[in-house]
């Protein structure tokens, strides 16, 4: 019995630990399979309601200041009602609602479970369960059962539901790790504050809405009205940021950086490498992304010679070099760029998780959260970038903002890459330099 009770323990924090990893990606991607293959408009709305919620969500999670396990929790439950309604009904109020929780369940899963992570590194010998390739192959068989008998993913919903459902027991295991941690600390909640920046995040939010649209539709809306659109998402960032000035400020320009240079890889190389590459230039990014995501910190730390200071130098180098790369309009060349820039993010991220939890000044059960929402400050700075670039030149060539967002010829190469590519690449190498020179980073053990 005890043994059995043991493999459900197990199960539970394995399938909690996929989740995280993979949360805020999977839900996402299942939700554009199923647009691609509808072309409704009803999943369209669901997933810009999903990606709006999902970028929202970072913002606002720590408002009620409770414990990072309740929230990991809450996050899982609202994982599981956003897959099951996406399951049991193509109504399009109940997905735009489902997309809502499964939105802030993406946003949020991961950076709490990281954050208790790292409280349990300090406070126990617990470690997690990795049972990440058994339930991926589950998962694509019961994908591949979806597809062969017609079932329009619904399958697959409805085991994700089950999924985060069974991963509950799995935080809740972990909420009984971290007392410890609580014990000393006064969390009291506290009452929505600031009602303002709450409605300006509303219009920015709606901003991004329009704009996530116009990479999937054509929206027949004159090029003026979408650039003042864009002025007042930006006008808003900045009044964000600006409220957020004594956040982290000594750390406030890498984490943008980190942000924008993960837009700019994902998002605008993502579909700018067809023009490179053909049908395949996006999973040519994502593939690069992903080794230099998972190999950059071994490799910098193993070319310092376990020196941190040596090794930041070297990933520093990299991330210029990476720039640089990028604005050489050849293919190998363009790869090596992407890669150097994706090593430098992989070497910078378990850095930074480390500094920022180790810091006096910073609550450590929000500084994870904070990395995430000025990363995503970073990222929105990019995408609103690109639009209004690609607005522009849209609007003086007469052509279709779609032309860039769903090629069919790649004999825009030379006009994306003067007006889209070199502008974007000399504003991140702007910033990156900003990073470099802000303040000497303090280098961490992973």
Known sequence: MHSVRQMGIDFSVGTL?????????????????????????????????????????????KRLNLRSTTYLIVSLVLGAAGSLTFALTNAVGWLIVGSLLWGYSAATIWPYFLT????????????????????????????AVDLAVGLSYSLTFALLAVLYLAAVPGGILLDNFTNDFYQNRNLRPHRLHQIWRWVLSLIGFAAIAV????????????????????AVALLVLAIELYGDRNVLPNYKVRL???????????????????????????????ALYLVGFETGYP????????????ALKYSQVALVSGHLFLLIPWWP????????????????????????????????????????RFSTYGGLLCQLVLFGLLIIVSSVQGSS????????TTANFWLYTWTLSWPLVLISLGISIGNVCHKPHEAQSR
């Open 116 to 143: 208790i992570k790292l409280h349990l590194s300090t406070s126990s010998d617990f470690k997690m369960k990795r049972l990440y390739w058994a339930i991926f192959l589950g998962l694509g068989i019961i994908l």
């Open 299 to 310: 490799v910098f730390r193993k070319l310092g010679h376990g020196d941190p200071t040596r």
């Open 333 to 372: 060349v363009y790869a090596v760029g992407i890669l150097l820039v994706t090593l430098y993010v992989g070497y910078d991220n378990p850095t930074i998780n480390a500094t920022l939890y180790g810091l006096p000044e910073i609550d450590s059960d929000t500084a994870i959260v904070h990395k995430y």
């Open 256 to 286: 943008l950086n980190r942000g924008f240079l993960v837009s700019l890889v994902l998002l605008f190389n993502g579909f700018f490498a067809y023009f490179y590459f053909g049908s395949v230039g996006m999973y040519v990014v994502f």
């Open 211 to 230: 704009l996530t649209t116009l990479r999937k539709e054509s929206l027949n809306l004159p090029g003026w009205l979408l650039l003042t659109i864009i």
């Open 401 to 408: 903002i779609l032309s860039f967002f769903k090629p069919t």
């Open 17 to 61: 630990n996929f989740l995280a990893n993979i949360g805020i990606m999977l839900p996402y991607i299942l939700m554009l399979l199923k647009y691609q293959q509808t072309q409704s408009e009803t999943f369209l709305i669901a997933l810009v309601a999903f990606y709006i919620s999902r970028a929202a969500s970072i913002f606002y999670t």
